[in-house]
Structure formats: structure tokens, C-alpha cells
């Protein structure tokens, strides 16, 4: 009866074998389309505040409030988007999905480490070459992956 039970409950987890993990060109051009969508965004969004003269001359340390307000845009649209449907727009067109090692949801730690700790350490330390760390591994998996325990995958080989 017990190993019934566990034989149940391992098949309904989706193998490792069954997962076709996403590599490097197509996650970079669902990134570049990624891009294109928060430039957008941001241009929507901040661009009128640039129209005005005290606004574009305001500073914090030493980053202007227009460059904090799109890179709030930036980090947001990346956060919001795959914790909400573990996809983001490039994403869904190129068909793939962050999901977590272990199969379950992902949950906002998973998503805060992965999303804005990982590209903060890739944009803002100027680390880009470190996404390339994605056609080298097993998995495909980014240091960003890897600091969260995600993996993105083609959304077919999953059940979502």
C-alpha cells in the first residue's frame, strides 16, 4: 500500500527527463524582446516627467530620478511578470517558462532572488558576459537560475 502511494505521487511529478530546457539563443532573444517591451514601458511611464526641467536635473547620489524611475520599471516588469505567470512577455512568445527545480510554485523569494537580485548583479555591476554561464551548464541554468533554484523551460514539456 505504501509504495503504491509513493509510485502515485512520483509519477505526477514531471521527470527531468520529460523537461526540454530553454538554451542560450532562445532565452537571449525572449530577453531582447523583453527589452524592447520595457523600453517602451519606460518611455510611456517616465518620458512626460523628463519634460520637465526640474525633474530631468533632479538627482540621488549620483543617478538621476528618470534613470531610478526606468530602472524601477525595468526591475518591476521583470518581478511582477514571471511571479504572476511565470513567463514574461518574451517569453510567451518564445513558448518558454521559469518554473522551480522542485516542480512547485514559485513563490516571491524565489522570484525576488531570481528577477532583481540576479539582473542587479548581471546589469548593474556590468557582469552581462555572465549570462553566457547559460550555454555552459547542465540545465541551461543562469547564475540567476542557479542563486534561485529555477529553471526555464520550453512551456510543451511541462504541464503548466
Known amino acids: 500500500m505504501r509504495n503504491d502511494q509513493q509510485e502515485t505521487e512520483i509519477s505526477l511529478t514531471p521527470l527531468a527527463d520529460e523537461r526540454r530546457y530553454a538554451g542560450f539563443w532562445m ?21 512626460p516627467f523628463t519634460m520637465i526641467d526640474s525633474f530631468r536635473e533632479a538627482t540621488l547620489w549620483i543617478w538621476s530620478v528618470s534613470g531610478l524611475l526606468g530602472g524601477l520599471v525595468f526591475f518591476a516588469y521583470f518581478l511582477f ?5 511565470g513567463q514574461t512577455l518574451g517569453k510567451m512568445i518564445f513558448g518558454l ?39 555552459f551548464t547542465p540545465k541551461k541554468q543562469g547564475l540567476h537560475d542557479l542563486f534561485a533554484d529555477t529553471l526555464v523551460i520550453h512551456e510543451k514539456s511541462h504541464p503548466a
Open 81 to 85: 511578470m514571471t511571479k504572476w505567470r
Open 97 to 135: 517558462r521559469v518554473i522551480r527545480k522542485d516542480g512547485e510554485r514559485l513563490s516571491w523569494s524565489d522570484t525576488l532572488i531570481r528577477e532583481v537580485v540576479g539582473r542587479f548583479i548581471h546589469r548593474l555591476l556590468f557582469l552581462f558576459f555572465l549570462y553566457a554561464v547559460v550555454a
Open 27 to 47: 532565452r537571449f532573444w525572449a530577453y531582447i524582446v523583453d527589452l524592447i517591451v520595457v523600453f517602451s514601458l519606460t518611455g510611456l511611464i517616465v518620458k
